[in-house]
T-cell receptor, first 116, second 113 residues
Framework: AQKVTQAQTEISVVEKEDVTLDCVYETRDTTYYLFWYKQPPSGELVFLIRRNSFDEQNEISGRYSWNFQKSTSSFNFTITASQVVDSAVYFC?????????????FGEGTQLTVNP | EPEVTQTPSHQVTQMGQEVILRCVPISNHLYFYWYRQILGQKVEFLVSFYNNEISEKSEIFDDQFSVERPDGSNFTLKIRSTKLEDSAMYFCASFSGGSYEQYFGPGTRLTVT
């Protein structure tokens, strides 16, 4: 069975600080996909990134970066120079069987608060 | 950009009543999903639907729940006799089978009183 653990329930930082959100996953599949979603106070789920299990390259998109390490089953998310607008709940999620039609399993989420 | 839409945005109902939550997935997508998020908790999978039938369901998706694609565009979740613990945000999602990204709708907040 697949499982996603986000050990950090809440993180509070001051604007312009860097912050890393941890995600550890469990799966028996060799082919799987990992995701990060942002949920702002308005409640919608905003897709941030998808990474497949064969691609361990780190990715950077603006102030966001992701570190995927199969050896430790982790897919961590870093926000550089955080801003107040980054305040949200962030969910890590896993899809097995190559993603084709299979369910997403979400972690518990990390509530990030960025203070001015 | 195509998007998944859901109606209503907020539904209030009394315990024991039936509710139908509606979703319009992205038009060329093949897989459809319902997820649930109880306030302050994680997003949980309910059911997936492909080729006009349920392809997978979770233990949450009991006989009180049903899904349907009554026409070529809508995808509905019915709860037959709502309970207080059904109060949650319900998200619909669709997936093309190619991009591996599930596109989520904005959600319907269901409040059972």
């Amino acid at each position: 069975a697949q499982k996603v653990t986000q050990a950090q329930t809440e993180i509070s930082v001051v604007e312009k600080e860097d912050v890393t959100l941890d995600c550890v996953y469990e799966t028996r599949d060799t082919t799987y996909y990992l995701f990060w979603y942002k949920q702002p106070p308005s409640g919608e789920l905003v897709f941030l990134i998808r990474r497949n299990s064969f691609d361990e390259q780190n990715e950077i998109s603006g102030r966001y970066s992701w570190n995927f390490q199969k050896s430790t089953s982790s897919f961590n998310f870093t926000i550089t120079a955080s801003q107040v607008v980054d305040s949200a709940v962030y969910f890590c999620a896993l899809s097995e069987r190559g993603g084709s039609g299979s369910r997403l399993t979400f972690g518990e989420g990390t509530q990030l608060t960025v203070n001015p | 950009e195509p998007e998944v839409t859901q109606t209503p945005s907020h539904q209030v109902t009394q315990m024991g009543q039936e509710v139908i939550l509606r979703c319009v997935p992205i038009s060329n997508h093949l897989y459809f999903y319902w997820y649930r998020q109880i306030l302050g908790q994680k997003v949980e999978f309910l059911v997936s639907f492909y080729n006009n039938e349920i392809s997978e369901k979770s233990e949450i998706f009991d006989d009180q729940f049903s899904v349907e694609r009554p026409d070529g565009s809508n995808f509905t979740l019915k709860i037959r006799s709502t309970k207080l613990e059904d109060s949650a945000m319900y998200f619909c999602a669709s997936f093309s089978g190619g991009s591996y990204e599930q596109y989520f709708g904005p959600g319907t907040r269901l409040t059972v009183t």
